[in-house]
């Protein structure tokens, strides 16, 4: 009998473990078999085997991860993108139309606008803060509408409530990418999504040493996509599961952490003579904080920025500092710092990047666990003239 617990800290620990546990063992073995025994099984996507994503090790995943968003189901994947690419193939055929909001992950912004339409896909970029531009560009063939929760790099929040009743209002599928936010800071089911996708990578897994993604949401919806992704192959193998399963146990002391020292830095920062604008909606001054406030229980570890003095003085910056690792993602126990221009957003053209304000000297910053004071006391350093 699947247990339900009240609050998002036991079932991070609980959740989807196996009753009775396999030997006694605490932690949740690693299976890593490519096949099992046949068991009388009827359907070809039943039949035990790593790339049908139905392992005891994919099974415990699914169900920890339904359970922290309080969904029906959920999917792992190899990677975010495999979360998204699937998930997207699967909902939308030839001929069929999807709304996607104007500022998305460089990867999947790339895969809406070049290859969707290689399948006969079409789609318009809505204005996620605008709801009333979004019947303009609705057609009588559009079946979906993307959004991210927080949008990667600016830290935008569209009007999710407004996204929610428009898609239901058309007989729309509601989608969102809640990486940023994890679900220790938002639950888009709750709210009305059909399916929250991740990139794990990031926060659920926590510790920078795998890629893996997940789809989660409705039980219907969830199906097809796993059937579709039987096919594709874009399958999480033992050992990666056993580390998302691993690192998803700290993910809310972990995101709690990184919440805080987040809102200290970014206050930090925005009264620093050197720095020109930050975006980070746990700020009173983010143009959306009052909308923030109202639909996160934390406004997540991510923030950006831009110091005046153009590219040379952000590549100074990253030059200077000596706690962040200058790398690309987020998400992990480590701080990180990026340009998006360079890494995350390298594959908008330099037109499409300032269309949407991404500018070239822009800093992203994963804010890590390390000591608060100690990132502030780097960042300062880095920051004197």
């Known amino acids: 009998m699947a247990k339900h617990f009240r609050h998002l800290e036991t079932a991070l620990i609980h959740a989807g473990e196996p009753e009775p546990r396999i030997n006694g063992a605490v932690s949740m073995p690693i299976f890593q078999s490519a096949m099992f025994a046949y068991a009388g099984e009827t359907s070809y996507d039943d039949l035990r085997y790593i790339r049908l994503n139905n392992t005891p090790n994919h099974i415990a995943l699914h169900q920890k991860l339904a359970a922290l968003e309080r969904a029906e189901a959920a999917l792992v994947t190899a990677s975010g993108m495999a979360a998204i690419t699937t998930t997207l193939v699967t909902l939308l055929s030839a001929g069929d139309h999807l709304l996607a909001q104007d500022c998305l992950y460089g990867g999947t912004h790339a895969f809406i606008t070049k290859d969707l339409v290689t ?134 002391v972990r995101v709690k952490y990184q919440n ?43 923030l950006s920025f831009e110091v005046h003095g153009g590219v040379e003085a952000a590549e100074r910056f990253l030059q200077r500092v000596t706690l962040p690792i200058v790398a690309p993602s987020l998400g992990g126990v480590e701080t990180l710092a990026t340009r998006p221009a360079t890494t995350s957003h390298a594959g908008l053209s330099p037109q499409e990047r300032q269309r949407l304000g991404i500018s070239d000297s822009l800093i992203r910053v994963s804010v890590g666990i390390e000591a608060t004071e100690d990132l502030l006391e780097d960042f300062a350093r880095a920051l004197e003239g």
């Open 119 to 252: 399948f006969g896909i079409s789609y318009d970029f809505i204005d996620g803060d605008d709801p009333d531009s979004w019947r303009r560009k609705l057609r009588p063939n559009t079946k979906a509408m993307y959004l991210e929760t927080m949008t990667n790099p600016l830290l935008q929040v569209a009007d999710l409530k407004a996204a929610v009743a428009f898609a239901r209002a058309h007989g729309l599928i509601a989608l969102i990418d809640n990486t940023f936010a994890s679900p220790i800071n938002f639950r888009p089911l709750e709210w009305g999504f059909d399916l929250s996708l991740h990139s794990c990578t990031k926060y659920l897994n926590g510790h920078s040493d795998i890629v893996a993604g997940a789809v989660i949401g409705r039980a219907d919806l969830i199906e097809k996509i796993r059937h579709k992704l039987n096919h594709l192959g874009g399958s999480l193998d033992p050992h990666s599961c056993f580390l998302l399963h691993r690192g998803m146990k700290t993910l809310a």
């Open 260 to 302: 805080q020292s987040a809102l200290q830095i970014a206050r930090f920062l925005e009264a620093h003579p050197a720095v020109r604008a930050v975006h980070y909606p746990g700020l009173d001054g983010h143009p959306r904080h009052s909308r923030a406030r109202e639909l996160f229980t934390g406004f997540g570890g991510v």
